[in-house]
């Protein structure tokens, strides 16, 4: 089946120090990946994508994310955490269906990031 | 939240009562979504429309659940009678443009409570 998993459902970093936020997929062909965040009380908002190209991709807020097709991973990083990054993380990947695409969402990771 | 206006943002019902949400793209597109986000999880597609046509409804409880959209544009999303299952936010979105790379825009929710 094909599916997107995140593995850890809360990650806890310093102001300051690198944060990873960890995405994994299982699809047939080669997927669009996307990472989404969710501040409270907020709907989703769009990150960044990898559609084809360059394996790390650059999105908003500084974060940043890598596409490594031999791990099926879709990590997502940026290298100096601040407090306003604690929110609610997504992964998703688009794939094809019998009537066009669908977008599969993670079952999300809740950031932390502590003063 | 740019684009996708939804109303209202949280309502209270007790099961067995009827519900509905609105959703009105600022900007129209002719693909609109709606997902289910049940906490402690990622949203889950409910129904894709594109302009007046349903694209794609498999994960919708058609028994309980129905969904329209006028004129390919504003859409509405109805729940009757609820369960205590159904407690959740309600989503809606739509593509930031044309194509099956585009990401989405959400909305910022109705957060349905069910007692």
């Known amino acids: 089946a094909q599916s997107v998993a995140q593995p850890e459902d809360q990650v806890n970093v310093a102001e300051g120090n690198p944060l990873t936020v960890k995405c994994t997929y299982s699809?047939?062909?080669?997927?669009?990946l996307f990472w989404y965040v969710q501040y409270p009380n907020r709907g989703l908002q769009f990150l960044l994508k990898y559609i084809t190209g360059d394996n790390l991709v650059k999105g908003s807020y500084g974060f940043e994310a890598e596409f490594n097709k031999s791990q099926t991973s879709f990590h997502l990083k940026k290298p100096s955490a601040l407090v306003s990054d604690s929110a609610l993380y997504f992964c998703?990947?688009?794939?094809?269906?019998?009537?066009?695409?669908?977008?599969?969402f993670g079952a999300g990771t809740r950031l932390f990031v502590k003063a | 939240e740019a684009g996708v206006a939804q109303s209202p943002r949280y309502k209270i019902i007790e099961k067995r009562q009827s519900v509905a949400f609105w959703c009105n793209p600022i900007s129209g597109h002719a693909t609109l979504y709606w997902y289910q986000q049940i906490l402690g999880q990622g949203p889950k597609l409910l129904i894709q429309?594109?302009?007046?046509?349903?694209?794609?409804d498999s994960q919708l409880p058609k028994d309980r659940f129905s969904a329209e959209r006028l004129k390919g544009v504003d859409s509405t999303l109805k729940i009757q009678p609820a369960k205590l299952e159904d407690s959740a936010v309600y989503l809606c979105?739509?593509?930031?443009?044309?194509?099956?790379?585009?990401?989405?825009?959400f909305g910022p929710g109705t957060r349905l409570t069910v007692t």
């Open positions: 979105a739509i593509p930031s443009g044309t194509g099956v790379t585009y990401e989405q825009y």
């Open positions: 429309f594109q302009n007046n046509g349903v694209v794609d």
């Open positions: 998703a990947v688009r794939l094809p269906y019998t009537g066009g695409f669908k977008t599969i």
């Open positions: 699809v047939s062909g080669n997927p669009y």
